[in-house]
């Protein structure tokens, strides 16, 4: 299974950007995902994570409301939504397959596979 993050970039605060996640090499039904960030010097984080049909998610309190989470089975991908951007939402963004459909982990360990993440970076 390998996992490829697209679409970082650059973005003023108030903004909006949406990540994407493609899986390869398998069924992206057979995964719950989630989405991590790591900013620099500082420890990766969980955003949010949901199950393999996408009927519940969960997110970190920091980006609640702001974020979503969704997934297309069919296109075996998985996107994220950022609205209302900060510039502490300023990360390299993960996607990552967890192997418990049903999981909505936070836990990174929890995780089987990663993508190689993509730079968000939010001015101020």
């Known amino acids: 299974v390998q996992l490829q993050a697209s679409g970082g970039g650059l973005v003023q605060a ?7 996640c493609a899986l390869s090499g398998g069924t992206l039904s057979s995964y719950a995902m989630g989405w991590f960030r790591q900013a620099p010097g500082k420890e990766r984080e969980f955003v949010a994570a949901i199950t393999w049909s996408g009927t519940m998610t969960s997110f970190a309190d920091s980006v609640k409301i702001r974020f ?8 075996n991908t998985v996107d994220l939504q950022m609205n209302s951007l900060k510039p502490e939402d300023t990360a390299v963004y993960y996607c990552a397959a967890n192997r418990h459909p049903y999981g ?21």
């Open 104 to 124: 909505r982990s936070s836990n990174p360990t929890d995780y089987s596979y990663w993508g190689q993440g993509t730079q968000v970076t939010v001015s101020s």
């Open 14 to 20: 108030g903004g909006s950007l949406k990540v994407s």
């Open 68 to 75: 979503s989470i969704s997934r297309d089975n069919s296109k």
